[in-house]
Antibody, heavy 119, light 106 residues
Framework: QLVESGGGLVQPGRSLRLSCVAS????????MHWVRQAPGKGLEWVAD????????GYADSVKGRFTISRDSAKNSLYLEMTSLRLEDTALYYC??????????????WGQGTTVVVSS | DIQMTQSPSSLSASVGDKITITCRAS??????LNWYQHKPGRAPKLLIS???RLQSGVPSRFSGSGSGTDFTLTISSLQPEDFATYYC????????FGPGTTVDIK
């Protein structure tokens, strides 16, 4: 199970930190992802982090503004979002990688946390 | 980045119909192709990974095929619970999703 939190209403240019707490599986064994869905739009991958934090990737749309991290002691995944823009408004999901590679897909998803960027 | 396209963008069908959704990648992704089902207010659900690997608990009426750049998702006999939006996703490089195909009731 994955449970996201930290969403809310924020002004453009400000920052927000999302959290995702994992349970029911060995968090340390899997890569994790953030995926978002803007209102009326499709799914957009945002960032991912390997099981040991050695490999991190970002979508071009958030590179340099968002930072993904994880804390194995807390079974938690984070997304630090800075310099927020109107277009960052979305429902943000965390998702677990199904196995050791992309061939496994994202097999567990949270219910999402909503971020609204507005003045 | 690898771009994904899907067709059709939407379709109307009846219970019992066979439907096929097509997904195309802008370059070869070998077999790094996954399919998701997404219903309003729910988390996306992984249906198929690695082109054709049905996830545990997913009914056998769902199937996937393809390789390289062209892929399909087929539902052999549409059920009421299958009305949803379906996304393909490549994970050959940084993941990208297709724009989605919405399946609604005719």
């Amino acid at each position: 199970q994955l449970v996201e939190s930290g969403g809310g209403l924020v002004q453009p240019g400000r920052s927000l930190r999302l959290s995702c707490v994992a349970s029911g599986f060995s968090f340390d064994d899997y890569a994790m992802h953030w995926v978002r869905q803007a209102p009326g739009k499709g799914l957009e991958w945002v960032a991912d982090i390997s099981w040991n934090s050695a490999t991190i990737g970002y979508a071009d749309s958030v590179k340099g503004r968002f930072t993904i991290s994880r804390d194995s002691a807390k079974n938690s995944l984070y997304l630090e979002m800075t310099s927020l823009r109107l277009e960052d408004t979305a429902l943000y999901y965390c998702a677990k990688n199904g196995g050791s590679s992309g061939l496994d897909g994202m097999d567990v998803w949270g219910q999402g946390t909503t971020v609204v960027v507005s003045s | 980045d690898i771009q994904m396209t899907q067709s059709p963008s939407s379709l109307s069908a009846s219970v019992g119909d066979k439907i096929t959704i097509t997904c195309r990648a802008s370059r070869s992704i070998t077999n790094y192709l996954n399919w998701y089902q997404h219903k309003p207010g729910r988390a996306p659900k992984l249906l198929i990974s690695a082109v054709s690997r049905l996830q545990s608990g997913v009914p056998s009426r769902f199937s996937g095929s393809g390789s390289g750049t062209d892929f399909t998702l087929t539902i052999s006999s549409l059920q009421p619970e299958d009305f949803a939006t379906y996304y393909c996703q490549q994970t050959y490089s940084h993941p990208t999703f297709g724009p989605g195909t919405t399946v609604d009731i005719k």
